[in-house]
């Protein structure tokens, strides 16, 4: 590969008891690219999000950030790594109590010591940046789904991160914010100058927003390559899952 890699799995493989989620598993994770990895519900696309924000060490192989490998990374210098990472969970994960401004600040009131009308600033700037600009001092509880995943990409964002991870972004959403969702990402990869995975299933929005697509399959990578190369890919069970047919090698 040409393209510098961010980060990477290098032969992972991590074990839940007898249950093997990832074997021999490897993943580039290419600078300043939208990584979007595909697989079956249950397949450990998540766990790979938690591997590369080092909240999971693998049983066996190594994760690489940049040149660092923080399966090997004392706990003291993996703060420092985090901080360049943000998660944006599925459901938004934001603290019911709190004003979305407050939930938005929350990494900056916590990790840094700016002034309050500083953080305010890069708050509103945040949320401004998904639409969400007048939205500080509502409740989670007054707004919609859509508006609660932009909230939690405004967290995301808020520390302005080198790398994004995105846990099932369009999950329950109808097409037209699913639509407006994906095009967000893209902006947002761009307004940071980072780097991005997403993990879904919505093979449309996926195809919209990846440069590189990842299917992980019985714990490991079976396909990689750009949207068209996926497309196009010779593997039975690559077309199988983008076919969603019932016919095919993948068990039902």
Request: proline content about 5%; overall charge negative; some cysteine.
């Amino acid at each position: 590969m040409d393209a510098k890699p961010y980060a990477r799995l290098d032969d992972v493989s991590l074990f839940y008891g007898d249950k093997v989620v990832l074997k021999n598993c490897t993943l580039d994770i290419v600078e300043g690219a939208i990584t979007c990895v595909i697989g079956l519900s249950g397949a450990g696309k998540s766990t790979i999000l938690r591997l590369l924000d080092a909240l999971r060490k693998p049983d066996e192989g190594h994760v690489y950030i940049g040149d660092r490998d923080i399966c090997h990374t004392p706990e003291t210098e993996l703060i420092e790594v985090r901080r360049k990472i943000a998660l944006s969970f599925q459901f938004a994960a934001l603290l019911d109590s709190l004003t979305i401004g407050e939930n938005v600040g929350l990494p900056l009131r916590e990790n840094t010591q700016q002034p309050e009308a500083e953080i305010r600033q890069i708050v509103e700037d945040a949320l401004d940046s998904v639409g969400l600009a007048h939205t500080y001092d509502n409740l989670p509880s007054e707004l919609s789904g859509g508006m609660l995943k932009r909230a939690g990409f405004a967290r995301a964002i808020v520390t302005k991160p080198d790398l994004v991870l995105y846990d099932e972004p369009t999950t329950g959403l109808d097409p037209i914010v699913t639509h407006l969702i994906t095009d967000m990402i893209v902006r947002l990869r761009k307004k940071l100058g980072g780097t991005a995975v997403v993990i879904s299933h919505d093979l449309q929005s996926i195809f919209m927003m990846a440069d590189y697509v990842a299917m992980l399959f019985e714990g490991a990578i079976i396909a990689y390559g750009t949207v068209e190369e996926i497309k196009r890919s010779p593997n039975p069970i690559v077309q199988q899952f983008l076919e969603g047919s019932e016919v095919g090698p993948i068990p039902i």
